[in-house]
């Protein structure tokens, strides 16, 4: 029998492979092994503090393979030259081919020799730049960085430019990141194109244009050398302050790039002896035109896309825009030219009105001219400093730093409103406006009265020039578009349309003679006048016209009746008026944009034009994200041709004017250009309508008209409303302006007779009574006792007159005695 087994007795359970537990334990007691554990754990307790301290927000480095800088907004003219830049930084982006090599070799010379070994972070560079820190701590001098290329794009395009250990280790982190996302190529071509290098460049092509005028693949070695020495500090290296130091430091680029193998010693020697030769200022690629044009447009981008990055990714000064824009550089110039010399014309004689501005003198006076609002206007006149006075003459300054001299002679005329010399009231620190002549200066006058202008195109709208005021630079206030203005009798010719859409016809008879009507208990009885003050009883409408007569208007819109011609004015843009009798002769503001978009839909037959300074926007990558004109044009971009009708787009706008109606009102207004207030136009030497217009005071005078093509609109008057003489009328100061405009921005296009639409009876008429003329032809003078006029259909005189009881009228142009029928045919080539 077995003995049982005793209860003390403990029994262990192993699976077979249980046995490393006992390894792990005796490794354990190891020092070495244990040493190693804690350095592991230190080690992984040391990364989750690095990354929860400093790379846990840190931006993704894959964020600058879509990185888009901040890119300027570029204007073009009608011909798709470029004219004008939105920018605050001087910017422009090249792929890294487009860098030459030597180029890139040096700004590795100068930065980062060796950018293409590294894995973002210079260990030896690091190294230097702590011992540097650790000697400077609590010295107040800032340490050198010791940063490679990688972290200057890293600290530049993603950190910021905070000076701490934590930013440098934020950077290295990020420096190794973008490696590991962007090629070498790739990390350049960012740097050179974003990094700041003086004088408002931002990227190596803009420093090139600023200081040495050049694209980068014109610069020469010595150029290359000195634009590298710049990233670090480049208002230590400006060439008109520091051009010693700039030189030495640029020597040491060379030689590094020497020392790499870049250059032979034959090319550093020849570079380091070569000056810097950087420019002053650079000159403008462009034709830097219309100040007021381009402040609308920049206006219009504002409002459709903001202005900085944080309103959206088209905004002006960082969407990098391609903004083609309807103004032509030529019909600008004619607009600006004729406006300013029309303000000088009519101010010459009133005498100078005093200094533009006054500045202290002493250090910073050329920086203080220079920032003074002061728009001389014409490109040979100056603003000046008198910097001293002495006897018969006075030393001036100019923002460039240069000086000359302004004699008493030469500055005498009278002081407004006071007399007396000019140079006698002239004191240090004045700034005026002089005119080189010869090897001395003459003192000019900035006009007080000012003005605007408008050209626009009557086929689409689009606004071909615009100028509102003398200069830009002196008043932003854009007269064409903001200035409120009674247009006067410029007015007129849209009563006249009420009128003929009412029933009138261009020979209406209408009366000449007095006008009263009762307005209240209060205010009585209202009497209008014509200009002169004087009558001339029954006339036919066209006379009226084109002699500007008022009481003819206020006849013509009584019997219309005031809510009709309102309801033309709105119709046609020009304004929301009360239905009172004094709105028809002008006593209604608006602008001369209004107005002359008004004239352009007459010249386009009534139909509706919408005045635009932009034709198309462009994106950055060069995609239209705005089009003025989006009528669809089925068939245009088929690829070949069906030999049917060649395809065109809609007209534009609908018909706010009866065709007809418009037609009639520009063939009475052609009037005003042959016989009318606007004669001074007639030597132009093509089919020309427009309409002369002064205002009440008179404080403001207008003329706005043109060919079948293009119209313009122009007013004079001070800003504050006052009266500008009694001399003053729009065919006298006014219609001159136009003319000096049209013969320069006309002379190359082509004549073009307004075109009648469907419907319209051409009937010969005697000019004086309006009646049907049977037995005669109009002549070619322009007060010929028979001419042409437009009738809508049944609508022509039912009364006649012969030619033989128009040749006993005394004072009168005859037509020609012996001109039959056939001969007038044969000569015009038609049959009428």
């Known amino acids: 029998m077995e003995d049982a087994p005793p209860d003390n007795v403990h029994m262990k359970l192993t699976r077979a492979g249980d046995g490393i537990g006992p390894k792990l334990h005796a490794l354990w007691q190891r020092r070495i092994v244990r040493l190693a554990s804690f350095a592991a754990g230190g080690l992984l307790l040391l990364w989750l503090a690095i990354w929860l301290i400093f790379a846990r927000d840190l931006p993704d480095a894959d964020q600058l ?64 730049a702590v011992v540097d820190y650790a000697s400077k701590v609590g010295s107040g001098e800032r340490a050198k960085g010791g940063s490679t290329i990688t972290q200057q794009v890293a600290k530049n395009l993603l950190l910021g430019d905070e000076y701490s250990p934590t930013r440098k280790i934020k950077e290295m982190i990020l420096a190794y990141r973008i490696e590991q996302a962007l ?33 980068v693949d014109q610069l020469t070695l010595p150029e290359m050398a000195y634009l590298a020495i710049l990233p670090k500090a480049p208002a230590n290296y400006n060439p008109d302050r520091f051009a010693t130091r700039a030189l030495e430091r640029r020597g040491y680029v060379l030689d590094q790039m020497k020392a790499n193998g870049w250059i032979s010693e034959a090319q550093r020697a020849a570079a380091t002896a070569t000056p810097l030769g950087t420019v002053h200022r650079a000159a403008t690629a462009r034709r830097d035109i219309g100040g007021y044009f381009m402040e609308e447009v920049r206006r219009e981008l504002i409002e459709r896309y903001g202005e900085t990055a944080q309103q959206g990714p088209h905004s002006v000064y960082s969407g990098g825009l391609w903004v083609r824009s309807s103004i032509d550089p030529n019909v600008q110039q004619a607009a600006e030219t004729a406006l300013r010399d ?58 460039d730093g240069s000086t000359g001299t302004l004699y008493a002679g030469a500055a005498t005329m009278p002081k407004r409103g006071v007399g007396g010399r000019a140079f006698d009231f002239m004191a240090p620190g004045d700034v005026i406006v002089v005119k080189r002549e010869g090897a001395a200066y003459t003192l000019r006058n900035i006009p007080a009265v000012s003005g605007g202008f408008v050209a626009e195109e009557t086929h689409s709208g689009r606004v071909l020039a615009m100028q509102g005021g ?54 009585g009885q209202k009497c209008f006048r014509n200009f002169s003050g004087a009558n001339a009883g029954p006339q036919t409408m066209r006379w009226g016209v084109e ?52 004239y352009a839909m007459l010249a386009n037959n009534g139909r509706e034009l919408k005045p635009t300074l932009i034709d198309y926007i462009q994106d950055r990558h060069g995609k239209t994200i705005w089009r003025a004109d989006t009528r669809p044009c089925e068939g245009c971009n088929a690829k070949d041709y ?71 609109g122009v007013y004079l008057g001070y800003d504050q409303p ?111």
């Open 65 to 128: 393979l879509a990185y888009e800088p901040a890119l300027p907004t570029n204007v073009r003219d009608v011909n798709g030259m470029p004219v004008h830049s939105f920018a605050r930084e001087r910017r422009v982006e090249l792929a890294y081919d487009e860098y030459p090599q030597m180029l890139i070799h040096a700004f590795l010379a100068a930065e980062d020799k060796t950018f293409f070994s590294h894995s973002g972070v210079d260990l030896t560079g690091l190294a230097g």
């Open 183 to 215: 090629t070498k190529q790739q990390i350049l071509e960012l740097y050179l194109n974003q990094i700041f290098l003086g004088r408002n460049a931002y990227g190596v092509q803009s420093a090139a244009r600023a200081y040495f005028d050049k694209d």
């Open 342 to 399: 029309g303000l000088v014309r009519y101010d010459r004689g009133k005498g100078w009105s005093g200094p533009a501005a006054k500045i202290a003198l002493g250090d910073g006076w050329r920086s203080r001219l220079a920032a003074a609002p002061i728009g001389t206007g014409y490109d040979d006149w100056r603003a000046a400093v008198i910097l001293s006075k002495s006897g018969g003459s006075a030393e001036i300054g100019f923002a």
């Open 470 to 523: 003398f200069d830009v630079r002196g008043s932003s206030f854009n007269r064409a578009t903001q200035a409120m203005r009674q247009p006067g009798s410029s007015f007129k010719p849209f009563v006249y349309a009420a009128a003929l859409d009412a029933g009138m016809t261009p020979a209406s008879i209408i009366v000449d003679g007095p006008f009263c009507v009762y307005q209240s208990a209060r205010l």
């Open 547 to 598: 002699q500007s007569r008022n009481l003819m208007t206020v006849r013509a819109a009584s019997q219309t009746g005031m809510d009709k011609v309102v309801k033309t004015a709105a119709a046609m843009g020009i304004g929301n008026y009360p239905t009172v009798l004094a709105i028809s002769l002008g006593a209604g503001d608006t602008t001369v944009l209004k107005l002359t978009n008004a």
């Open 642 to 712: 069906n030999g049917g009708p060649m395809p065109r787009p809609k007209p534009r706008g609908k018909q706010v004017m009866d065709a007809m109606t418009a037609y009639q009102t520009v063939h009475i207004l052609e009037g005003v250009v042959q016989r009318g207030t606007a004669t001074i136009l007639r030597d132009l030497g093509r089919p020309m309508f427009g309409k002369t217009g002064t205002s009440t005071g008179p404080t403001n005078v207008w003329f706005v008209g043109g060919s079948a093509d293009m119209v313009a």
């Open 722 to 832: 006052r009266s500008l003489g009694g001399y003053a009328q729009g065919g006298t100061v006014a219609a001159p302006i136009f003319k000096q405009f049209a013969v320069q921005a006309m002379k190359d296009m082509p004549v073009v007779p307004f075109r009648a639409p469907p419907g319209i009876r051409m009937v010969r008429i005697d000019r004086k009574t309006g009646r049907k003329v049977f037995g005669g032809w109009p002549g070619s003078e322009p007060k010929a006792a028979i001419i042409w006029e437009a009738f809508k259909p049944e609508s022509e005189p039912r009364r006649t007159i012969r030619r033989e009881e128009i040749a006993k009228r005394p004072d009168e142009t005859r037509p020609a005695a012996k001109s039959s029928d056939s001969d007038f045919l044969q000569r015009e080539g038609g049959i009428y």
